[in-house]
């Protein structure tokens, strides 16, 4: 049996006609930069995201990167986020010539630990140089936010969501005794989205974009990514290309609607998955643990809670590296989400940030595994993947 990673095609055969027909009014619109496909995607996503505004722009990494300009990160300032990520994150920070001040990350969640921020920031020398705070909401599941919007007031810092693998995704805050839903991006200052076609809400081609609140951010944005230019040729500003392609925005319209129906299929699988795994007697035997998804007990009988979407379903394996070469032998797709922790990039090799040691992020690095999760996957798929990774310990 064949199992990919990711079926895209599964995804756009139901859809085809609809998406076909989207890019078919585009083209004859012969509006292909900005324009109306753009500002309606930016209107439904904001407002699917809980903010007042959306600046689609060209990739999740521009999203970040322009985030970063508006927010004013410049030489020398730093950035507090995560080591255990997609190169992205620390990539836009030290284009600006600012410095990544990596966290560990909580083992659980694989995202940043509020707590070790928290002993960062105490010392007054490091705080003082902080700038933006960039939680990064990994693999669907929203960092745990309150403890880091406290330290952002404290420290007055802003917050910049990395919320690539995340829109959608929901985290719980308590208000006046009851639990009121947050969306990833709309909790800080302003959350970044990825619509690489990998992920839940993906184009066909690369696009992002910036949710915020601040409207003030959200008009400031709009100027960096058309190279600083307003009006056109004036430009008091320095920007970017940072412009997301008409055909992409119409591709994420016909999409979006599908999106709570995909997270669902997700989270049903996840599920599948726990069932499969502790039938089969790997959880209990320590061979592999599973994902946890910690906002679930808040979520009650609420089906439509999306207190994690699954972007990737990631496990924690004995032998790990002899695990992912057995899976792909017997035609399962999995990867790794992230073999290298970012402070031990080769491009970083110079900076006194590779000579720090991060445990829980080192450890997730040669641990972790993620397996087959998309909405299309059969039960019989994923009895196959369960099988095999049992057949796999059995063996040894």
């Given at each position: 049996?064949?199992?990919?990673?990711?079926?895209?095609?599964?995804?756009?055969?139901?859809?085809?006609?609809?998406?076909?027909?989207?890019?078919?009014t585009?083209?004859?619109s012969?509006?292909?930069?900005?324009?109306?496909?753009?500002?309606?995607?930016?209107?439904?996503?904001?407002?699917?995201?809980?903010?007042?505004?959306?600046?689609?722009?060209?990739s999740g990494t521009?999203?970040?990167?322009a985030?970063?300009?508006?927010?004013?990160?410049?030489?020398?300032?730093?950035?507090?986020?995560?080591?255990?990520?997609f190169?992205a994150?620390?990539?836009?920070?030290?284009?600006?010539?600012?410095?990544?001040?990596?966290?560990?990350?909580?083992?659980?969640?694989?995202?940043?630990?509020?707590e070790?921020?928290a002993?960062?920031l105490?010392?007054?020398?490091?705080?003082r140089?902080?700038?933006?705070?960039?939680?990064?909401?990994?693999?669907?599941?929203?960092?745990?936010?309150?403890?880091?919007?406290d330290l952002?007031?404290?420290?007055?810092?802003?917050v910049?969501?990395?919320?690539?693998?995340?829109?959608?995704?929901?985290?719980?805050?308590?208000q006046?005794?009851?639990?009121?839903w947050?969306?990833?991006g709309?909790?800080?200052?302003?959350?970044?989205?990825?619509?690489?076609p990998?992920?839940?809400?993906?184009?066909?081609?690369?696009?992002?974009?910036?949710?915020?609140?601040?409207?003030?951010?959200?008009?400031?944005?709009?100027?960096?990514r058309?190279h600083?230019?307003?009006?056109?040729?004036?430009?008091?500003?320095?920007?970017?290309?940072?412009?997301?392609?008409a055909?992409?925005?119409?591709?994420?319209?016909?999409k979006?609607k599908?999106?709570?129906?995909?997270h669902a299929?997700?989270?049903?699988?996840?599920?599948r998955y726990?069932?499969?795994?502790?039938?089969?007697?790997?959880?209990?035997?320590g061979?592999?643990?599973?994902?946890?998804?910690?906002?679930a007990?808040?979520a009650?009988?609420?089906?439509?809670?999306?207190?994690?979407?699954?972007?990737?379903?990631?496990?924690?394996?004995?032998?790990?590296?002899?695990?992912?070469?057995y899976?792909?032998?017997?035609?399962?797709?999995?990867?790794?989400?992230?073999p290298?922790p970012?402070h031990?990039?080769?491009?970083?090799?110079?900076?006194?940030?590779?000579?720090m040691?991060?445990?829980?992020?080192e450890?997730?690095?040669?641990?972790t595994?993620?397996?087959?999760?998309?909405?299309?996957?059969?039960?019989?798929?994923?009895?196959?993947?369960?099988?095999?990774i049992?057949?796999?310990?059995?063996?040894?």
């Open positions: 049996m064949n199992v990919p990673l990711l079926d895209l095609k599964a995804q756009l055969d139901p859809i085809r006609d609809e998406i076909q027909a989207a890019i078919n585009t083209i004859d012969i509006c292909y930069i900005l324009g109306p496909e753009i500002e309606r995607l930016e209107k439904d996503v904001a407002a699917y995201s809980g903010s007042l505004a959306g600046v689609g722009v060209s521009d999203a970040l990167l985030a970063l300009m508006a927010m004013g990160v410049k030489d020398g300032d730093l950035v507090l986020t995560s080591p255990y990520t190169f994150t620390m990539g836009s920070i030290l284009r600006l010539g600012a410095e990544p001040l990596f966290v560990d990350i909580d083992p659980v969640t694989f995202n940043i630990d509020p070790k921020a002993a960062l105490d010392d007054p020398a490091i705080a140089r902080v700038k933006v705070l960039l939680p990064v909401h990994l693999y669907g599941q929203c960092v745990d936010m309150a403890p880091l919007m952002a007031q404290k420290h007055g810092l802003l910049l969501e990395d919320a690539a693998q995340a829109i959608g995704a929901v985290y719980p805050v308590v006046n005794g009851e639990t009121v947050k969306a990833a709309s909790i800080g200052d302003a959350g970044c989205f990825s619509f690489f990998s992920k839940n809400l993906g184009c066909m081609g690369d696009g992002g974009m910036i949710i915020t609140s601040n409207l003030d951010m959200a008009e400031e944005l709009r100027i960096l058309v600083g230019g307003a009006p056109k040729y004036h430009h008091g500003v320095i920007g970017g290309n940072f412009r997301l392609d055909i992409q925005a119409a591709v994420l319209n016909v979006l599908y999106l709570p129906e995909w299929a997700r989270r049903r699988n996840a599920g726990q069932q499969m795994f502790t039938q089969a007697g790997i959880v209990d035997s061979d592999v643990s599973l994902p946890a998804a910690v906002y007990d808040k009650g009988p609420q089906p439509t809670v999306d207190y994690h979407i699954y972007n990737q379903y990631v496990i924690r394996a004995k032998d790990r590296d002899a695990l992912r070469d899976l792909l032998s017997q035609g399962i797709g999995v990867e790794i989400y992230y290298i970012l031990q990039q080769k491009c970083v090799a110079h900076l006194p940030l590779s000579i040691s991060y445990p829980e992020s450890k997730a690095a040669a641990e595994l993620a397996l087959p999760i998309y909405p299309e996957l059969t039960e019989e798929m994923q009895e196959y993947v369960v099988n095999r049992a057949a796999f310990y059995k063996a040894k």
